[in-house]
């Protein structure tokens, strides 16, 4: 069975996938990406918002090494 962090997790690659290569809308502060990462994983960030932060290439990058782990870039 899948629990709700499965669900999360696979819910925010998604997003992350899907908007990285469009132009930056919101740029994250290097100093906030462990607490907005944090968040993100907690549900407690809306998916729009989500979407919007990882237009950020760094961000994206940083969240996809931390988190994403040795997956294909391609799925």
């Known amino acids: 069975m899948i629990d ?3 669900i999360t ?3 925010v690659e998604t997003l992350a996938r ?3 290569d469009r132009k930056m809308t919101r740029k994250v502060d290097t100093y906030e990406y462990q607490s907005l ?3 993100i994983r907690s ?3 809306p998916a729009q918002d989500i979407a919007e932060f990882f237009t950020d290439k760094a961000f994206y990058d940083w ?3 931390k988190y994403f ?3 294909n870039e391609s799925r």
């Open 69 to 71: 782990g040795d997956k």
């Open 18 to 20: 899907t908007n990285k």
């Open 63 to 65: 969240y996809s090494k």
């Open 43 to 45: 549900d407690q960030v």
């Open 4 to 6: 709700r962090q499965e």
């Open 37 to 39: 990462a944090d968040c």
């Open 9 to 11: 997790d696979r819910m």
